[in-house]
Each structure stands twice: as structure tokens, then as C-alpha cells.
């Protein structure tokens, strides 16, 4: 192409934009993406070029980039606020990466620095991004759309024919339709002015404003949030307060007081499971129902808990998240005295319930010669016990065939030493084993009701008929997720309207031409290369075209204004 051709062409561009005029303005919000020029020399300078390169909407795409990114290692590495002990066995495990993610954050990465940037800067960015945006949007909600530029064929969608109706009639008609058809329209001069799809920016500014709800939420969660467990005996019952859980993690900013007041019973628990077929054994309902009362004197209330059916209390959240047995243990010293009753927790270590623990009598025992003393139990048990396989492993999660196996040792537990130990484990540091008759380690298999004698006097232990079940609850407070949840379905909603909706402007133009007879031009225009703008078009065309029927074409078209050229209703000049 030649250079002639070219200017032409860009002069030819120039014109149909200057002919366009307001109707070619942008119809979105969206701030144009312009190379700035390198700032002035000072301080201000360099302060509005750095605040226009923040609030652009790849500096913004980018931030979001970096933010999903920096969460892929709070994944995959253990984080200190989530599990201090997977922290400390990576750092025995890996010598030499646990400095360098150390120095990195990467134990903490949503409380580290470097997130913490990220998270700031995309939270400035929106906010700078959609404030400006939105008072545009506003001053185009209060105006009205743009008068009918002067050549209408220019336009991507345009048809027109002549008719015998009055311009009047066909402009009113034109309003009317287009207003029946959810336009914003108004008569400007010789036209008909339309506009619809304002709801793809409120959507667009939807979708923003979601993310900062988001990200608000997200912090909010992150500073307030508190999450423990409590493991909890048919019978026992639980108080939310911090001195009741076994394990409690909570945000920088949570406070005692925000835990929520309440308190549950645990009256029953009850699982049921597959007892065929290849999957045997695998758990079919878990459910625990409780008595529950709020604050100090409230009602009490009855309910079933079930695994992902959590119980709601104000701002907290009570899970089902485990389950397991607690075999009812009596102790007795060398003169029958009870020194030790209650229901025992045994930890789980397989699917089907093969639990174990410890049972330590801390307080009241005295040896045969009555002097004080402690005692220690390891405990192994299993709900369902197969005699032809011989192993201590449950076959089955149920209390089919329970059985119980008891080590028994004597001496200090180091309970009062200070330091602080596992209820489920046992200290055997200061304590010796009870001996059998040749002199081996004592140790029984117990069935329901059996009991096994000490040695040289020194008292029994029996496993009772009556075996109850615990449940293992998390109670979750999150004060900030009702608004993520309503965050992120707006930001749904609102980039589903964003995509699918189409902004666009139809214009009605209808004057008299020379010969008397009215020609009728209609044109639209999209914000993008949508084929619903001319199928619109054809749409609205249609029917006012029934209502202002064409007149015959006259037999001599030199008449005919030049500015006013006839194509027909079906077309569209490109």
C-alpha cells in the first residue's frame, strides 16, 4: 500500500470518529490503558505516576496474580498457626530448608511480610480503581444517552426505508417501542436516542467491590478467628471456655471475651456402618445428639449433630469431626477399695477403631504396705477381636467382640513434676512393671466385666461391661464468613453479568426528504463485536416497520438527498 493510500486511510479513520462524536464514546467505565510519559522532576511527579501505575488494571491483574501465588506455599508447607508439630518434625527433617524458609516467612506466610505488601497494595489498588469508576458510572446513569451523529450508515448496524407516515408519528412510535423494550431513550432533534445494558458495568464495579469484600473478610477471618477441639464422654458436657478445649488457635486480634457463650451436653452418640460387600466396615451415619444452651441462663435445646451438619451458635460453628470408644475402667487397691472410676478415651489408630492409651490413677491408691503411690495402665483395645487371626486388630469399627489388653506399672507418673504430658501417653521414666508369677511383664486380655489382679496385694483392675462412645468436636468461630460467602457471590453474579450482558445504543432518526415522502434510518452500535447489536437491530426494525409500512420507491432517484441513501430494511451497511 502506498503512502498516499495510507494517510488517506488514517484520514478517513480520523473522519468517521469525528463524525461518530458522542455516540462513539467509550461505553464502558473501564480507565484507558495509556503509556504515560516519564513524570516531571519532585517528589509530586513521581507520586502521580507511581498512584496512575497502581490503580491500572494490569497492575491490579498482577497483584491478584502475586496474592494467589504467594497462598500456594501456606498449602503445601506446614504453617505454625495450623500445626505447631508439623512446623517442628519439617525442621528436624529438613536441616537445611527450614533456615532459608524461616528467613523467607514461608512457616507463616499470612502473617508474613511480604504477603501482607501484597495483600495492602491490591486492596489500594482496587479502591483506586473503583472509586473514579464509579462516579462515571453515576454521571452516566444521570445523563442521557448521546444525540444520533450525522451519518448514521457509518455505524456497524444500520437500516432504513422510506415511508408515508408523519416524522412525528414515527419518533413517538420509536420512543414508545424502545421504551417498552427497557431502553433509556429521549427524543434529541431529528432522532431517537436509546441506551440498555447498564447492568454490564454495575456488574463490572459489582465484581470489584466483591473483591474487596473479600479481601476484607479474608483479614477479618485471619485477625478474629478462633478454632479448638474438645473431645467429649456420652455423659460429659462442654462449656465454650478457653480453660474446656484440648486445643485452641486463634487470630492476633481475638480476645477471650469473643467466645461465644454457650454450652452442650453430649447425652448419646451412634454410628452405624456397611456390614457387606467390598466396603465392609466403612462408616454409613455418625450422629451425637446434644443438649445445648446459650449464654448462662438460656432455654435448653435438643439436637443431632452429623458429620458436615454443624450446629450453629451466633458466630460459632460446632463440628462432628471424630469419634471413638472409652472403655469403663474400675481400680481398686490391695483392700477393695475404689481408688479410680470413669470412662477411659482410647485414640483410634485405624478405620476400624483399633484404639489404645493410658489409665492413670494420680490420687487415693496406697500399695499393700498402705504407703502412697501411683499407678499406670497401657491400654490397647479393639471393638471387634477375630480369635482365628490372633492379632490385636479390630475387624470391624462396631462393638462386636471388644476386647481389652492392659500392661500394669507402679510408681511416679511425673504429673507433678511441673512439666507438662499427654493424657494418652504414659511416663514410664520413674515407674516399674508389675511382674507375673515367672517373673514376664503383667499383661491380660480383657472381656467386658473381667478384671486383673496385682500382684503381692497390691489391688485389681477391671474392665466393665458398660462401654461408652466419645465424640471429638471442632467449634469454629469465623466472624467474617458470611460476608466472603456474599462477597464471592456477587463476584459471581457480577462477572457473569459483565460477560453476558451487552451495552449498546440504538438511534431512530425520521425526516422528510425532498420528494415529501419520510425516510426512516435506524443504526446501533455495541461496546464490543457482538452479534446480538444488528440482530436487535432487525428486531426493533421490524416492528416499526409495521407500523410505518414502506411507500414505493419513485421512479426518478435523483431526487433523492444525497445524505439520505436507501438501503433495505433486511440490510445492514457495514
Known amino acids: 500500500m502506498s503512502t498516499t493510500e495510507t494517510d488517506k486511510s488514517r484520514d478517513q479513520a480520523g473522519q468517521d ?14 480507565p484507558r490503558e495509556e503509556l504515560s510519559a516519564a513524570p516531571g522532576l519532585g517528589v509530586i511527579g513521581w507520586a502521580r505516576w507511581f498512584w496512575r501505575q497502581l490503580t491500572s488494571m494490569r497492575v491490579a491483574l498482577l497483584l491478584l496474580l502475586l496474592l494467589s501465588l504467594g497462598a500456594i506455599p501456606g498449602s503445601l508447607i506446614p504453617q505454625t498457626g495450623a500445626d505447631l508439630n508439623k512446623v517442628d518434625d519439617f525442621r528436624k527433617a529438613h536441616k537445611t530448608l527450614a533456615p532459608v524458609y524461616d528467613k523467607l516467612g514461608l512457616f507463616h506466610v499470612y502473617s508474613s511480610v511480604w504477603f501482607s505488601a501484597i495483600y495492602i497494595l491490591l486492596f489500594v489498588s482496587l479502591i483506586g480503581c473503583i472509586v473514579p469508576r464509579t462516579w462515571q458510572f453515576v454521571g452516566q446513569l444521570r445523563g442521557r444517552p448521546p444525540a444520533a451523529p450525522k451519518r448514521l450508515t457509518r455505524l456497524p448496524a444500520y437500516t432504513t426505508w422510506r415511508t408515508t407516515a408523519e416524522p412525528e408519528q414515527i419518533r413517538a412510535a420509536a420512543l414508545a417501542l424502545l421504551k417498552k423494550r427497557r431502553f433509556r431513550a429521549h427524543v434529541a432533534g431529528d432522532a431517537v436516542a436509546a441506551e440498555k445494558g447498564y447492568l454490564r458495568e454495575l456488574g463490572n464495579l459489582a465484581f470489584h467491590i466483591a473483591l474487596i469484600v473479600l479481601l476484607i473478610a479474608f483479614a477479618s477471618g485471619q485477625l478474629y478467628k478462633s478454632d479448638g477441639t474438645k473431645l467429649v464422654v456420652e455423659g460429659d458436657g462442654f462449656s465454650n471456655a478457653l480453660s474446656q478445649y484440648d486445643d485452641f488457635k486463634s487470630g492476633s486480634l481475638f480476645q477471650n471475651d469473643d467466645l461465644v457463650p454457650f454450652s452442650f451436653d453430649l447425652k448419646d452418640f451412634k454410628g452405624t456402618y456397611e456390614l457387606t460387600g467390598p466396603n465392609r466396615g466403612t462408616p454409613r451415619t455418625y450422629e451425637a445428639k446434644i443438649d445445648y444452651s446459650e449464654g448462662a441462663y438460656g432455654k435448653q435445646k435438643s439436637t443431632t449433630i452429623e458429620v458436615n451438619q454443624p450446629l450453629h451458635i451466633g458466630d460459632s460453628k460446632v463440628y462432628l469431626v471424630s469419634h471413638g470408644y472409652a472403655p469403663v475402667i474400675t481400680v481398686r487397691d490391695g483392700k477393695g477399695k475404689e481408688v479410680f472410676h470413669d470412662a477411659v478415651p482410647l485414640l483410634p489408630l485405624d478405620g476400624n477403631v483399633t484404639s489404645n492409651g493410658v489409665i ?14 501411683q499407678l499406670g495402665f497401657q491400654a490397647f483395645f479393639v471393638p471387634t477381636f477375630d480369635p482365628k487371626s490372633g492379632t490385636m486388630l479390630s475387624q470391624f469399627p462396631a462393638l462386636v467382640n471388644p476386647l481389652l489388653a492392659v500392661n500394669a506399672y507402679h510408681g511416679d507418673l511425673g504429673v507433678n513434676s511441673g512439666i507438662p504430658q499427654s493424657v494418652y501417653q504414659l511416663d514410664k521414666t520413674h515407674m516399674k512393671a508389675f511382674k507375673d508369677s515367672k517373673g514376664q511383664l503383667l499383661k491380660k486380655l480383657l472381656q467386658p466385666g473381667d478384671t486383673l489382679t496385682l500382684p503381692n496385694g497390691a489391688g485389681s483392675v477391671t474392665f466393665e461391661k458398660d462401654i461408652k462412645e466419645w465424640a471429638g468436636f471442632e467449634i469454629v ?12 457471590l456477587a463476584a459471581i453474579f457480577g462477572l457473569a453479568a459483565s460477560l453476558f450482558i451487552q451495552r449498546r445504543r440504538v438511534w431512530v432518526r425520521a425526516v422528510r426528504g425532498a420528494d415529501g415522502v419520510t425516510v426512516v434510518e435506524m443504526a446501533g452500535l455495541g461496546r464490543s463485536e457482538s452479534a446480538k447489536v444488528p440482530e436487535e437491530l432487525g428486531d426493533l426494525a421490524g416492528i416499526l416497520y409495521d407500523q410505518a409500512p414502506g411507500a414505493p420507491d419513485p ?13 433495505p430494511a433486511e440490510g445492514a451497511e457495514k
Open 360 to 373: 492413670k490413677v494420680m490420687d487415693g491408691y496406697r500399695d499393700a504396705q498402705g504407703r502412697k503411690d
Open 17 to 30: 470518529q469525528e463524525d461518530l462524536g458522542a455516540a462513539g464514546s467509550q461505553l464502558s467505565t473501564a
Open 477 to 488: 468461630q469465623e466472624p467474617g464468613s458470611g460476608w466472603a460467602l456474599g462477597g464471592a
Open 555 to 567: 421512479d426518478d432517484h435523483s431526487s433523492e438527498s444525497p445524505d439520505t441513501p436507501v438501503v
